[in-house]
Every structure is written in C-alpha cells, then in structure tokens.
C-alpha cells in the first residue's frame, strides 16, 4: 500500500474536543446551549444507529439533544405539524430529519418546512441556493461535503486548477460537494450512471470524489496515480467471516486503489466521522446566529 490514509476519525476528535470547548465557554458567558432536534420516521436500524451516533455525539460536546422517534404510518400532515412545533422552540438550534422518509412522505416538502436559520443539514433550497450563487455566502454548508472540504484542507490538497471528479450527483452529498470543489477553484466534472466511458472520466481526476452507493465500484485501474481518493460510500456486504455476518466497504476498492492513489480515505472512519462533527459545528453556529 502507497497511499496516505486520510484519517476523518482522528480529525473529527479533534474538531469536537475545539467545539466542546466553545460549548462551555458560551455557557460561562450566560448564552444558550446549543440545541439539535433529531426526528426518525420508522424503525430502520441503519437510521436508527445513525441517529442515535448524533445525539450521542451532541450530548458529548455539551449540546441539548432532543430526539424524536415517530411511527413509520405517521402521515405527513402529522410530520410538519412537528417541524413547525420545533421551528417555534428557542431551545432548538438545529433541526434534522433522517433520510430516507417512507415513500408516503415528501421529503423535499419536509426539508422546505424547515426555517432555513434551523436548516443545519442544508437541505432546504434557500440555503442550496446561497452555495450555488458566486459571491453568496450560505448560513451553513452541507454536513458531508464540509467534511470532505476540511478532510482535503487538513491533508493540504491542492484544489486551485485541479481536476476533480465527483462520482455521484445526489442533493445531500454529490451536487453540493462539486459547488464547493468550483467555490475552490477546481474545475468540476460531475460523473453518474449515464456517463459515458465512466471509468476514462474518473481517470482523468485529480481529486475524486465516489459517492454513489454502489459497493467496490472505483477500481484501482480507474484512478489516475497520484490522485487524492475521497470515498463517501457507506455500503454494507455480506461477510459470514466478520461477526455480524456483514461488514461496511465503500464505493472504493480499498487495496486496489490504495496503491495507485497518493491518498485515500478508509471506510469506516474517513468521512462518517467527518460528517457528525460538521453537523456539530452547523449546531453551534446557529446558535451563534440566533444571538444576533
């Protein structure tokens, strides 16, 4: 193996240890604590574990966290009711609805019912649309690409007149994470299913970036030598090895790519890490926000 690990487990540690010790010293100041509603619709045990990793990780820094676990039958009526309850709160900050919604609910109408100054995952089109704009500053940016962000910047990536590949074009991590790879300076192709010639284009990257939920799809003859690997793929594989009888791989064929890369993130513990301490982050400042 050549290629540098990019650790996102000891980076994020380290970004909430510097949060914790904000924490504390707004409260020494006489200033709210910084409050994070989480609301799961369902039992989905995927959903489960990753909500349940947030409030956790809020609680350690010092935040309130306030959960809600609703019925998978809730209609959606019921779960804008909720949203516009905890819209009013002044002891919530942050409001996050876990994806995916069950099919009878809208999650777009859902992401947009959130006031955008409560908008800490970055889904609702107001706040998209101040990272789309040139010269517009958003209010927060999105948990997953701001992780990949701080992830290449701690590795000293860079991105000025680099090529970057994003692999994948989804609202929550593709699209955002390619707008702020052109707010940097790089000169974006963004790659998906009906890409031509898929794996020529992936080449020719600098930076790539695979987010598309397809287990071990980059291979190591579709990575350019040298270039930076960020793998968001968080996909779950039958293993009758591993204890559970599955094990988490990424979009990345690890060992395949790691010895063409110059860096590459692991999964577990390169971007998952990264994207709860950004959400953490998007917490505090809005709480920062609503002091103003």
Excluded at 223 to 239: F, L, Y
């Amino acid at each position: 193996m050549t290629a540098k690990i990019l650790d996102g487990k000891t980076l994020a540690a380290k970004l909430r240890a510097g949060l914790a010790d904000r924490v504390t010293a707004r409260l020494a100041a006489g200033l709210s604590r910084p409050g994070l509603a989480t609301v799961l619709v369902g039992s989905d045990p995927a959903s489960e574990t990753y909500v349940r990793n947030k409030r956790k990780s809020s609680e350690e820094v010092g935040m309130a966290s306030f959960g809600h676990e609703l019925s998978i039958d809730i209609s959606q009526a019921e779960l804008l009711e909720l949203i516009a309850e905890l819209n009013k709160r002044a002891d919530i900050h942050g409001i996050l609805v876990q994806l995916p919604l069950p099919k009878h609910i809208d999650a777009m109408a859902v992401q947009s019912a959130i006031v955008v100054s409560k908008d800490v995952d970055c889904l609702h089109p107001e706040n998209i649309g101040y990272l789309a704009q040139k010269g517009r500053q958003p209010r927060f940016v999105p948990c997953t690409p701001a992780g990949i962000m701080r992830i290449l910047e701690e590795a000293g990536v860079e991105l000025a007149g680099a090529s970057a590949v994003v692999l994948g074009r989804s609202n929550i991590v593709g699209m955002p994470v390619a707008l702020l790879l052109t707010k940097a300076d790089a000169t974006v192709t963004i790659a998906h299913s009906r890409t031509r010639e898929l794996a020529t284009v992936c080449r020719k990257a600098d930076v790539l970036v695979a987010a598309v939920g397809n287990p071990a799809l980059v291979r190591g003859d579709w990575v350019k030598p040298g270039a930076v690997v960020i793998d968001v793929g968080v996909n779950r594989i039958e293993d009758k090895a591993a204890k559970r009888g599955n094990r988490l791989v990424g979009d990345v064929a690890f060992n395949e790519v790691a010895e063409v890369a110059a860096a590459i993130t692991p999964v577990p513990g390169g971007v998952g890490p990264m994207t709860i301490a950004m959400l953490l982050a998007n917490t505090l400042h809005a709480a920062e926000l609503a002091d103003s």
